[in-house]
């Protein structure tokens, strides 16, 4: 149906005010420091039924009617600006860093799948009425859908906050987007399936079908045409103009990709996304190259998406607050817990786990898409999409200060926070490497490291300057690709020589280390256990301590 003057009039004033009430909207958050994209949602908001539909319902409509030329040429544009959003969200995926994560990255990925989609999975199928559902016949459905929405992270978001708080480029920042690549990639493809469960067999694929081309999909992609992508585009940007060409070619395919996987059965945004990280894995694809597309997307598309999800829906009508108390709940402790269990098990420690869990919990773009695509499918209710965006909104805006909060506690460790009794024992060994060897020992399995690498590194440290100190006291040390400091004691009566300035052999040996990245923290701990062995008959007094947990009080309040 084409639309006649007036209704481009209107179509044509209905996308300017979007863009600017998102701008304006996003600039502002932008300087309180929270995430753009929340003030895009709020532009909506105030646009929408909630308040500007309120106040002017008459002029409201006429500049958002919904069934009119008008309103299907918003939707395409939207759609349109989904897919595209993708496409952005796919190249920001790099492949790279997540192997290089290995095992931390994927055990935290897996893990911030499993477990806030077991939690979402088994409350909503359990208790469906309270998740807002009330067809019988959709309920497994449905829990299929609000375990995948309260798994999914929110890269850009994740990657903004990291960048903000200057952790990105450290290994802890590492892990945490590296293991959300990983999680959007599971989580995508668990979703197309639960697409592809309610609208799959429109085109007669077939539900098994679907699933099977959706993978052949993915393997295909991510195998052989992110090769094609590589070996063309030298040959593209040297021979089209710059950056036509490469724009050309990049949302060519990935407007074929979304095609056909909304062919098969899948959505599109899923398609668009697979292009995305093929593309973007490419190392000849420039940085001004993805500078310019990410510009053009996130300033010009995605702002009208997320204009539009307050467009669609009355959110102070449909706002059910213990059903957004429910989903903030399930959410945060899924996710948390999930994702700092699988970075625990994974080698890192208990505040680090935290900080993974936290950072993890952002979300925001992709809860969003989820929410509204199932809103479009009539598979949820518009009470439970507000709730799912309140908590996208909510887990963005909380994840930085909870992040900050944790980060300046990690920094505040102190030598007494390393004491543990069970890295205290007592020995009769009379070489120095055998103590060092055994210390290495206790670090290896409490680190998860080889405690070869451990102890040469000591050794190799040792050998340089010997790390006698006076009054009975050695702190052999090194420095290793650890998250957190780490100390075990070793006592010996008959004392050992360290090279010790005042010439006596030392009976409490100290092996120290310390994060490869921070000279700071090595140097006040050093400094801290020193100043613990000021005197020589304090010192004595230690040393004729049998017990490890006395030793280790002791010790502390020394």
Request: contains cysteine.
């Amino acid at each position: 149906m084409q639309m006649v003057s007036g209704q481009v009039v209107v179509f044509l004033l209905s996308i300017s005010l979007m863009l600017l009430a998102a701008k304006v909207f996003g600039e502002l958050f932008t300087r309180l420091k929270q995430p753009p994209i929340v003030g895009e949602i709020l532009a909506g908001v105030v646009l929408g039924p909630t308040v500007f539909g309120t106040l002017s319902p008459g002029l409201f409509n006429f500049l958002f009617p919904a069934n009119s030329g008008v309103g299907t040429a918003l939707d395409g544009i939207i759609t349109l600006a989904v897919v595209m959003l993708l496409l952005v969200s796919g190249i920001e995926v790099d492949l790279a860093i997540v192997l290089k994560q290995g095992k931390k990255a994927i055990l935290t990925g897996l893990m911030g799948i499993m477990i806030p989609f077991s939690v979402g999975f088994s409350f909503s199928y359990m208790f469906p009425q309270a998740m807002g559902i009330q067809e019988q016949n959709m309920v497994f459905v449905f829990a299929l859908f609000m375990g995948t929405a309260l798994s999914i992270s929110a890269l850009p978001v994740i990657a903004k906050t990291l960048m903000d708080l200057k952790i990105f480029n450290t290994e802890i920042g590492y892990v945490i987007i590296s293991a959300a690549m990983f999680n959007d990639l599971i989580g995508w493809l668990v979703f197309s399936v639960i697409l592809g469960m309610i609208g799959g067999k429109e085109h007669g694929i077939g539900f098994g079908g679907t699933i099977i081309l959706t993978l052949l999909f993915a393997v295909f992609v991510l195998i052989f045409v992110r090769k094609i992508f590589d070996k063309i585009l030298p040959w593209v940007q040297k021979k089209t103009s710059f950056p036509g060409g490469v724009l050309n070619m990049v949302f060519i395919s990935a407007f074929l990709g979304a095609a056909f996987t909304e062919y098969i059965g899948i959505h599109a945004i899923f398609g668009a996304f697979m292009i995305g990280i093929a593309v973007g894995d490419s190392a000849h694809l420039s940085e001004k190259t993805r500078e310019v597309i990410h510009q053009f997307v996130t300033n010009i598309f995605a702002p009208l998406f997320f204009v539009s999800i307050g467009l669609r829906v009355n959110f102070i009508s449909s706002f059910d607050l213990p059903l957004v108390i429910i989903i903030l709940l399930l959410s945060i402790v899924g996710k948390v817990i999930g994702c700092g269990l699988g970075a625990y098990w994974a080698g890192m420690n208990k505040v680090d786990s935290l900080i993974v869990g936290f950072g993890m919990n952002s979300r925001g773009t992709m809860e969003v898409i989820l929410g509204l695509l199932a809103l479009q499918f009539g598979l949820i209710q518009e009470s439970v999409f507000v709730a799912l965006v309140v908590m996208a909104l909510f887990t963005s805006i909380i994840s930085a200060p909870l992040m900050n909060y944790l980060l300046k506690r990690r920094e505040k460790i102190s030598f007494n926070d390393l004491i543990v009794p069970e890295h205290i024992y007592f020995t009769n060994a009379s070489d120095r490497d055998d103590i060092i060897k055994t210390l290495a020992g206790y670090a290896g399995k409490s680190l998860r490291l080889n405690e070869d690498e451990i102890y040469n590194a000591v050794k190799e440290r040792e050998e340089l300057i010997p790390t006698g100190i006076a009054n009975y006291l050695a702190i052999p040390h090194a420095k290793l690709k650890i998250n957190r400091p780490f100390a075990a004691v070793a006592i010996n009566n008959k004392g050992i020589d360290f090279g010790a300035d005042d010439k006596l052999n030392s009976k409490i040996i100290i092996l120290l280390l310390s994060p490869l990245s921070d000279n700071a923290i090595q140097l006040k701990l050093l400094s801290e256990i020193a100043s613990k062995f000021t005197s020589r008959e304090k010192a004595e007094e230690l040393f004729e301590i049998k017990n490890t947990e006395q030793f280790m009080n002791k010790l502390r309040s020394a």
